[in-house]
């Protein structure tokens, strides 16, 4: 049975306190990548059309390496998620671990925080900053091809 305190820990910190397989850690660490990149997909392209377009092939990259892990961690037989998955079900837990994603980390949210200041809140500029500095393009590249 699984005690409250593990459950809330596994609430709070998706897939990577949860993961038991390295599979998971690797599309954890992927995942996160393809979320700075959305972050910033909006000051890269040059139309709102093409960023959106980019903006669901990240989306899309994201879901399909959650999917992945839940996949692996139900198979290897991380009784945490299994119960979560039984909780909440298969699809509102891809929600969840999509939300959770997508909000990227502390250090990310503190990096763009720091250069929006010394951009003086040029977000067009802090989004190309970070594109690069990311490999975003690489990794756009990679998911469109």
Same mark, same amino acid.
């Given at each position: ?65 959650? %999917? ?6 139900? &198979?290897?037989? +991380?009784?945490?998620? /299994?119960?979560? *998955? ?22 990310? %949210? ?6 929006? &200041?010394?951009? +003086?809140?040029?977000? /067009?500029?802090? *989004? ?18």
């Amino acid at each position: 049975m699984i005690t409250r305190s593990v459950l809330l820990i596994a609430l709070s910190f998706p897939m990577i306190v949860a993961a038991e397989t390295a599979e998971t850690n690797a599309l954890a660490t992927r995942t996160t990548d393809y979320a700075r990149c959305l972050d910033v997909t909006l000051g890269h392209f040059d139309s709102d059309i093409r960023a959106q377009e980019a903006m669901k092939v990240f989306y899309a990259a994201m879901i399909a390496n959650i %999917r992945k892990s839940l996949a692996s961690e139900l &198979e290897a037989g +991380n009784d945490t998620v /299994k119960i979560m *998955d039984d909780m909440m079900g298969r699809e509102v837990m891809i929600g969840y671990f999509l939300k959770s994603f997508s909000e990227v980390n502390q250090a990310y %949210r503190s990096e763009k925080q720091k250069l929006s &200041e010394d951009s +003086n809140w040029d977000w /067009k500029r802090v *989004d190309a900053q970070l594109w690069a500095r990311h490999g975003c393009n690489a990794i756009y590249e990679g998911l469109v091809r």
